[in-house]
């Protein structure tokens, strides 16, 4: 080669180097597709720009205490809202299935390939002390949550391979491995932390000093058990950015604390406090028929979303012996009637819950063709036949209570698996051990539900006990996987990704804290996490969501409970609302971009002294 050929083809080699490092500033990143909100923007279209700001909100919290304000760690009960101090990198739409705009970061870099990120904070950020927000905060926040956080961090953040600061605000994270296009995102939702501050103190411990933040709101006050009280930041440096308009109305927000949600209800009824997401239908059916709902003085809101319900259901814990043989699992669930429960417990709101990523277009049905196919052929042999074969359905019942025939299924499925009654009781054929097993529960409210499940696998002659534990001692057996069955729910986002690591795979079966609740440890799932983690467009997350729906609902790791399709909302009618209800807002904290109406407001406490 020549001396001329030799540089042009050098400058060539550095020229296509350099296209593919370099990368446009925007102020947005979506996961797949188009971005919304122009550059522009002034503030989302499920806000109020104009919303007064002034007064208070107080909410309920459910339990007995809190014994720390840092809710990044495994030990210790955080107190509710113990995130309003901080901010992250950047902030989700909830009006698009996955696009983020910069928060405490004014613009965001990303190659073709998302083999990194960098990201460009903002001057003005300023912790709450009146210290900038630096590169070396964001790079100290990563390190301690890896080191020294909840281990949900280490996996989360496990395909980065290094955080750097490149200057005093410019962070950037660079990847390692395969292709994963949300990593970037992943990396923009990181709650950054002052480095100054937590310099001198050990961030695993429990601590109730109020922490340092960059958020619009601080702690003010707090007696641990009873009540925490939040203020709004004054001087908050973020007030006037477009992806905070309409928000953060409130002067105070205060969480009160309740022993469970009987006593919570009628709290509300008395006034105690304003706001609740109501998630039980009995009581959304009949605990409101009161004079105030009738009056006006209290509204029951109903809105519909289009949020991905995911999977609430009975968990069965694959760690027991017990519960390692599908037959088993599969029959357990033919001793539960949902259809008797929605007609007499839950007033028919319900939709029993037939995939891990229901109410989405994620959901499998029917059976798998085209791309989906594609993803499973591989696996044939490897997975349940029933895969190719047959549409994924929960057994069902006329709703009569007479549930002989869906027993008689199980008997059959039992008896496959080695099972058979002895002294009226189900015994193993190879232990002669009894099949028993206890069903942890965190609220009272569920015994109700559980109790007739029990009675029916009575019927069976299994031995089921159940429990109910305070918030502290669920926590500690549901970290530590020391159950036989609990509810877990396994929410899922428009665009699923990391988080289906944690829930799903082997790596995640044996560490304490995980979300893999069911100890799943099953190469072919670990592979089709893979792929949904790696998807290169929203065709294949699509399909590749599938085929991983359609091996974990084959797979009879839970008994599916059931999910709904709206929001139901009380409040006492002393606020103002956006005019549109975001698309993705599932409605938890839909008080968020609500504000005190001070007309409204008058009138209540009018209508209260009469």
Not at 121 to 135: M, S, Y
Request: proline share 5%; charged share 25%.
């Amino acid at each position: 080669m020549g001396l001329k050929t030799a540089f042009v083809a050098g400058v060539l080699s550095f020229t296509m180097a350099f296209g593919a490092m370099a990368a446009e500033k925007k102020y947005a990143i979506a996961m797949h597709g188009d971005i919304k909100y122009p550059a522009d923007f002034t503030h989302f279209d499920y806000t109020n720009p104009d919303a007064p700001k002034g007064g208070a909100i107080r909410l309920s919290a459910l339990g007995s205490n809190f014994d720390t304000f840092n809710p990044f760690t495994l030990k210790g009960i955080a107190a509710s809202g113990a995130g309003l101090p901080y901010e992250t990198l950047t902030i989700q739409a909830l009006d698009e299935p996955f696009t983020e705009y910069g928060l405490l970061a004014e613009s965001i870099e990303v190659p073709d390939d998302r083999s990194w990120v960098i990201f460009h904070l903002r001057k003005e950020a300023r912790w709450q002390d009146g210290q900038p927000v630096r590169a070396e905060d964001v790079v100290f926040s990563f390190n301690i949550l890896m080191e020294k956080g909840h281990p949900q961090y280490r996996y989360y953040y496990a395909e980065v391979d290094k955080a750097e600061a490149l200057d005093d605000l410019t962070v950037k994270f660079t990847f390692k491995g395969d292709e994963n296009r949300e990593l970037p995102l992943i990396m923009g939702q990181l709650p950054v932390l002052p480095k100054h501050y937590w310099t001198d103190k050990d961030f695993t411990k429990t601590t109730l000093e109020p922490p340092l933040g960059s958020g619009p709101y601080k702690v003010k006050s707090f007696e641990p058990g009873r009540s925490v009280v939040y203020e709004r930041v004054k001087d908050y440096w973020g007030k006037d950015l477009a992806v905070n308009a309409g928000q953060n109305n409130f002067d105070e927000i205060r969480y009160d604390y309740y022993r469970d949600a009987t006593v919570a209800v009628e709290a509300f009824k008395g006034g105690a406090f304003d706001y609740r997401y109501e998630n039980i239908a009995k009581n959304w059916a009949t605990a409101y028929d009161i004079p105030e709902v009738e009056k006006g003085m209290i509204k029951k809101y109903r809105f519909e979303h289009n949020v991905g319900a995911g999977m609430q259901a009975f968990v069965f814990n694959l760690r027991r012996d017990k519960f390692k043989d599908p037959l088993v699992r599969e029959a357990l669930a033919y001793a539960f009637d949902f259809d008797w429960a929605n007609k007499n417990l839950f007033h028919n709101e319900y939709t029993r819950t037939a995939s891990y990523f229901s109410n989405s277009e994620l959901a499998s049905s029917g059976l798998p063709t085209g791309r989906e196919l594609e993803i499973l052929e591989p696996y044939r042999g490897r997975i349940p036949d029933e895969v190719f074969t047959k549409e994924y359905q929960p057994p069902k019942t006329d709703g009569s209570g007479n549930v002989r025939s869906n027993l008689k299924i199980a008997v059959g499925l039992l008896k496959k698996a080695g099972y058979s009654i002895k002294g009226g009781k189900l015994v193993n054929g190879k232990t002669g051990e009894p099949l028993s097993f206890e069903i942890l529960l965190q609220s009272a409210n569920w015994e109700r539900i559980v109790l007739p499940f029990k009675k029916n696998l009575e019927r069976l002659g299994i031995e089921a006990s159940v429990r109910v534990v305070d918030s502290a001692q669920y926590k500690e057996r549901s970290d530590t996987f020391d159950y036989d069955i609990i509810v877990d729910v396994f929410g899922q986002s428009q665009s699923p990704g990391n988080e289906q690591v944690d829930y799903w795979t082997s790596a995640a079966a044996d560490r304490n804290g995980s979300r893999n609740s069911i100890g799943i440890k099953n190469p072919v799932v670990d592979e089709l996490v893979a792929k949904v983690v790696n998807a290169s467009s929203r065709a294949e997350l699509v399909a590749a969501t599938h085929a991983l729906d359609r091996v974990l609902l084959w797979g009879h790791y839970v008994i599916p409970n059931w999910h709904l399709k709206v929001a139901r909302i009380v409040a006492w009618n002393r606020f103002g609302l956006p005019k549109v209800w975001a698309k993705y807002n599932p409605g938890y904290s839909a008080w968020t971009f609500w504000w005190l109406d001070a007309e409204k407001d008058k009138k209540l406490q009018k209508m209260r002294k009469n």
